[in-house]
């Protein structure tokens, strides 16, 4: 059902099967698509009291089979770039394969790695994607990010915005991203194009496109370990694994495939059955890259908490 308030439309009880990569059934309670920022922080606003949850792709997320309770705001429409000289800024909602072909277009460098990433730009710089020697922080500036407690726009530089591997300061305070600034590097074309078509072999060689649906990487890959999460789940035995409707990815064992009806519930039980392996046959303690949106069953929290220990 469309409905409307103060011009924004909104949708009840939403299916969102579409609207994740993993193609999870899943049902928003609420579910808007504003057309930009101010839109945005205007929901914010509204449901104080519920907070919002923000999604682009919809990749490296798990959404609960049960539903979710809290508003969803899906930031596809909140898409505008500006380019001055080598400078770009970009809305949150920007794809970020886009973002790596206008930037190409333009004969600038700096983006060739986000050719084969299925996300938008606000969930890029909050997990600081990174891939071949990029990574979305090397050229930043800057961010505009609404406060949500405090209720104003802030515009923070890129030391404030705390990167590291996988991380930015988006997790840790209640932070929502708007917009950021880029300084990318003049560079010639044929280069920028061969370094693109390079990380789209490694991807189709390695990992699995989106007709088989998938939520990216499951696993951080550990820092204190001389083997990536991928080779450990493969010596611990799980390359092709499939239970249920899922099955370990043959060709990169961090990613795992929907072949059919999964559940938010299949899919904790079967990376906490993995990480348990891990964990037993080599004391590495894998965390996941994935993040839960939504209600969890009792099993659900017994695995997840695991996590939030570490």
Not at 143 to 170: G, M
Request: with cysteine; net charge positive.
């Amino acid at each position: 059902m469309i409905c409307s308030q103060n011009e924004i439309k909104y949708y009840k009880d939403f299916q969102l099967t579409n609207f994740n990569t993993l193609k999870i059934n899943s049902t928003a309670k609420l579910f808007y698509m504003p057309d930009n920022s101010g839109e945005l922080i205007s929901i914010y606003r509204k449901h104080k009291d519920n907070t919002p949850i923000v999604i682009g792709r919809g990749s490296n997320v798990l959404f609960s089979s049960s539903g979710i309770e809290n508003p969803v705001i899906h930031t596809g429409l909140i898409a505008s770039k500006f380019l001055i000289g080598n400078t770009l800024e970009c809305d949150i909602g920007v794809k970020t394969q886009m973002l790596s072909k206008f930037a190409l277009d333009k004969k600038l460098s700096g983006f060739e790695f986000l050719i084969g990433i299925p996300a938008s730009l606000g969930g890029a710089i909050y997990m600081n994607a990174s891939a071949h020697g990029q990574a979305i922080s090397d050229y930043l500036i800057s961010a505009k990010v609404y406060d949500i407690e405090n209720n104003k726009i802030l515009n923070l530089d890129k030391k404030e915005l705390n990167f590291s591997y996988r991380h930015s300061i988006l997790k840790e305070k209640p932070y929502i991203l708007l917009s950021a600034k880029f300084e990318l590097v003049k560079k010639d074309k044929e280069l920028i194009r061969a370094k693109m078509d390079e990380n789209l072999i490694f991807r189709k060689n390695r990992q699995p496109n989106l007709s088989l649906p998938n939520a990216g990487s499951v696993f951080k890959n550990p820092s204190d370990c001389e083997f990536s999460a991928g080779a450990l789940i493969d010596k611990a035995g799980f390359r092709g694994y499939k239970y249920k409707n899922l099955e370990v990815y043959q060709n990169h064992c961090n990613f795992i495939i929907n072949k059919g009806d999964a559940t938010s519930s299949d899919y904790s039980e079967l990376i906490y059955e993995i990480y348990k392996k891990v964990k037993k046959d080599y004391n590495v303690e894998l965390h996941p890259e994935i993040i839960y949106i939504g209600k969890m069953t009792k099993g659900e929290k017994d695995i997840w908490k695991t996590w939030k220990k570490i």
